[in-house]
């Protein structure tokens, strides 16, 4: 009896040539690093060097982040991963009503200049990468981190990273958006003409399945709502006047990986061929740079259990495996205790070296593409691009990702897997180690990292020092200056960076935007 996908798929118990009697090397694979990428963006991959070693960390205020990026720089990472508060992530300042009890929970609080010096302190952003998870105020921290870079006397041309920069995942599966959609967008595509102009090495939109799948959406919805976000995100830049090849190269991706390693491994190819061909065909691309599908990995926060910890050690060493079987270009491997609190010291450790034990201990780097003609994974590869494509099909004819999530459309079929896995595990057809079945009578005690609360006064104190002794006259112009950006048509990242360098706070210029913009409010569909 054939067993399913996590996407519903049938998985045979034997795979042979008839799984691929009408298939075709040359349209479907390719060679590695090129068209239609199914091997993989480089023809290399990691046999000239490994993926980048990302640790996403942030907690608490900059100092502390700051000494986590320290130790995690000399413990061998080769690239930061930012971790922003509710209130930073949803552009509230921390001694707003709305910031009570958030400040420094999730991620670090950042609140102006002042925090983001501290953050990135001895650290030479010239000889780092840094990934930034922020989406709806991603511009300000963007920004932010120039200045600091412009400081330490690193021109922006030097700088290398990612802002995660996806609002239209936000109204599917995460919900910190700030702005309707509409301005949403219009500050994208300003952020694509920002970066092209002022740091051309800078990627400037994760477009992110990622949070989709942590709500429940299984691996073809995940690549199919991610491409039909990435689509909508190039009509809009091609409609604000750029050309296709000049911010494309530009775009990175981020997706999960589950415990399912063939499915995962399929999935990963068949997103890198779908999008090839969505620039070619559709966008008339013509520089390679603007048809490859690079992508961050994180492993799968949802799969961690808060039932016998240790055993998520295992799970992300199988989760980061399917990332580097499906050519991740970055990864970042979640630590065994994140379902219970912050990971602590030891355990942000063990994560990076799960990383570099596959990468140095194992073979996995030693050929490219080392599943490529097996069987099952062009079967799956092939079974996986089919139903994605018929997703990314429902979108169109909806008119799109954005009235497709104004419909509810994707919400709608997340929540739905969602609810069909819940009852999977709750029934105990679905096996989750340690939590329906193999479990202890009595959980050993783990003593979790805590975040101070004392943190929220500390930053409010620290707000009304930097309002005191800034030039508040600075700044109300050139929160005036943005306004009167956001209100015609000029690029508002310009006049924003004026205001941030006046020492305007997150929330100020966040603010100044609503007051123009307004906020967005979800409609009845969800």
């Not at 060679?31 to 608490?60: D, H």
């Not at 983001?116 to 030479?124: D, E, H, T």
């Not at 006047?241 to 530009?250: E, K, Q, W, Y």
Request: glycine residues 8%; hydrophobic residues 40%.
């Amino acid at each position: 009896m054939a067993r399913e996908s996590e996407s519903g798929l049938p998985i045979e118990p034997v795979y042979g040539p008839d799984a691929l009697a009408d298939w075709d090397p040359a349209e479907k694979l390719g060679e590695p690093g090129a068209y239609p990428f199914t091997r993989g963006v480089y023809p290399s991959m990691y046999t000239g060097r490994p993926w980048t070693m990302r640790q996403y960390a942030g907690f608490g205020t900059a100092t502390e982040s700051n000494a986590r990026y320290q130790q995690l720089i000399a413990n061998g990472t080769m690239g930061l991963s930012v971790a922003f508060d509710l209130p930073t992530q949803m552009g509230h300042d921390s001694d707003a009503p709305i910031a009570s009890g958030e400040v420094g929970k999730v991620g670090v609080a950042i609140d102006s200049i002042d925090d983001m010096r501290v953050l990135f302190g001895g650290i030479p952003l010239d000889k780092v990468s840094t990934s930034m998870t922020i989406n709806a105020p991603a511009a300000l921290l963007l920004l932010l981190y120039q200045l600091v870079a412009e400081e330490q006397g690193v021109s922006a041309d030097k700088l290398t990273g990612t802002i995660q920069n996806d609002v239209l995942k936000e109204y599917i599966a995460r919900g910190t958006y700030i702005f309707p959609p509409k301005p949403s967008l219009r500050l994208i595509a300003d952020i694509f003409k920002y970066c092209r102009a002022e740091i051309p090495k800078w990627n400037t939109i994760s477009i992110s399945g990622y949070h989709m799948a942590e709500a429940g959406a299984s691996p073809a919805q995940e690549i199919a709502f991610t491409l039909a976000d990435g689509i909508e995100y190039v009509r809009t830049a091609v409609a604000a006047g750029m050309d296709v090849d000049d911010f494309a190269p530009r775009l990175s991706f981020f997706f999960v990986a589950r415990t399912t390693i063939l499915e995962e491994v399929a999935k990963f190819r068949a997103a890198r061929r779908i999008w090839a061909r969505v620039m070619k065909e559709e966008f008339g691309a013509k520089n390679p740079k603007s048809l490859m599908l690079r992508f961050h990995t994180q492993t799968a926060g949802v799969q961690l259990t808060a039932q016998q910890p240790e055993v998520n050690l295992v799970r992300v060493a199988v989760q980061g495996l399917a990332a580097v079987l499906g050519g991740t270009q970055s990864l970042h491997t979640n630590s065994f205790d994140e379902a219970i609190a912050l990971p602590t010291d030891k355990s942000a450790r063990l994560a990076l070296r799960t990383q570099q034990v596959l990468a140095y201990e194992t073979d996995v780097t030693a050929t490219v593409d080392p599943f490529a003609g097996s069987y099952v994974i062009e079967k799956m590869t092939d079974e996986v691009e089919s139903a994605a494509l018929e997703l990314m099909q429902k979108v169109e004819d909806l008119g799109g990702a954005v009235t497709a999530i104004e419909h509810g459309f994707q919400k709608n079929e997340i929540e739905r897997n969602a609810y069909r896995i819940a009852q999977e595990t709750d029934s105990g057809d679905r096996v989750v180690v340690g939590v329906n079945r193999f479990q202890l009578d009595e959980e050993e005690p783990y003593e979790p990292l805590r975040v101070d609360p004392a943190i929220e006064a500390q930053q409010a104190e620290r707000l009304a020092r930097l309002r005191a002794e800034r030039d508040q006259a600075a700044v109300d112009s050139a929160l005036a200056a943005l306004r009167k950006a956001a209100e015609g048509e000029d690029n508002v990242l310009y006049p924003m960076k004026d205001a941030l360098r006046a020492r305007a706070t997150v929330g100020e210029v966040c603010n100044a935007l609503r007051d123009v913009w307004g906020t967005y409010v979800p409609t009845d569909a969800f």
